[in-house]
């Protein structure tokens, strides 16, 4: 039933009757679909020239590491692998190349496993000191690692260490936990705790139900805290360079720098050392991509 109204006017119009739902507000047609009616080149155009500006180095190093020794052409045509021979076999990159990977691989294992447990803790248990904890975690951030150079150089010598790859592996998890410890929090945060009290009712301890309720659920943030600190103890110069003095023992951006003399520098096998740096990063993330930005979103949304 429907009833007249009067408008000032004097004409008179039907209201909607009682109970229908109200009429959906007439949207704006110069706001609709605004973003869809922007021309395809305001969007294409810059992140073509950032694209651009990123790989033009790249491109540069291959171009030096491809191309023989005394060329100046821009194509690298005829290309030569010369380079990456004399660097792999007669500049050690081989080794340097093996330690880098144990480096990287025993830091990734040693972060994810320490930063799991930690994140757990604070994720799920409540004790008195933990803003306190978390607030000196932050704060550990803003230490550069140049300035522990000395006290983990005295440590590591009283443990009879230097000079061994376990030094480095130490210092880079112990400088990799605090951020990883925090985004593995957060994300064991999303995950809600009625899935682990269902599985304690069903009679699995805490471990159990952790492990096969909770930890299928974490393998995006796992994956964003190990392949960070992953690249991050591949790229790292300074603990290698302190704690390494045996040749056998560097890694790869230490090989990198013995290649720049202090009169000349070999651009060739130096491009060539880049590229064989760069090639097992370049890997990781293109087969993680996808879980990387999720764990590292999920992780910074809560807690």
């Known amino acids: 039933m429907t009833a007249l109204l009067t408008e000032k006017n004097g004409t008179a119009r039907r209201s909607p009757a009682h109970g229908s739902p109200p009429s959906s507000p007439r949207r704006r047609p110069g706001r609709e679909r605004a973003f869809d009616d922007v021309p395809r080149w305001q969007i294409y155009l810059p992140l073509g020239l950032y694209l651009l500006f990123t790989l033009i180095p790249f491109y540069w190093m291959l171009l030096f590491a491809v191309r023989p020794a005394g060329s100046t052409s821009l194509v690298p045509w005829p ?13 050690s990159f081989a080794v340097f190349f093996q330690n880098s990977m144990i480096v990287g691989v025993a830091t990734l294992v040693a972060t994810t496993l320490v930063a799991l447990a930690g994140g757990y803790a604070l ?19 803003f230490i550069p690692g140049a300035l522990m150079l000395v006290p983990l150089f005295e440590i590591f010598r009283n443990l009879q260490m230097i000079n061994s790859l376990g030094s480095v592996v130490i210092a880079e998890t112990v400088f990799q936990l605090p951020l990883s410890i925090i985004l593995i929090s957060g ?79 070999d651009l060739g096998a130096l491009a060539a050392g880049g590229v064989i740096a760069a090639v097992p990063v370049v890997i990781v993330f293109a087969f993680i991509q996808k879980w990387l930005i999720t764990g590292f979103s999920a992780g910074a949304v809560k807690g």
């Open 79 to 91: 290309m030569t692998g010369a380079h990456f021979s004399k660097v792999w076999n007669e500049r």
């Open 123 to 141: 994720a799920r248990f409540d004790f008195r000191i933990k803003g306190a904890f978390m607030l000196a975690l932050l704060c550990s951030q």
């Open 187 to 265: 994300f064991i945060k999303n995950v809600p705790v009625s899935l682990e009290e269902a599985a304690w009712v069903d009679g699995c301890s805490r471990f159990t139900a952790f492990r096969t309720v909770v930890l299928p659920l974490l393998r995006p943030g796992l994956i964003a805290v190990g392949s960070f600190a992953f690249v991050h103890s591949w790229n790292h110069f300074l603990f290698a360079l302190m704690f390494l003095s045996e040749q056998d023992k560097q890694t790869i951006p230490v090989g990198l720098n013995t290649l720049i003399g202090a009169d000349s520098v």
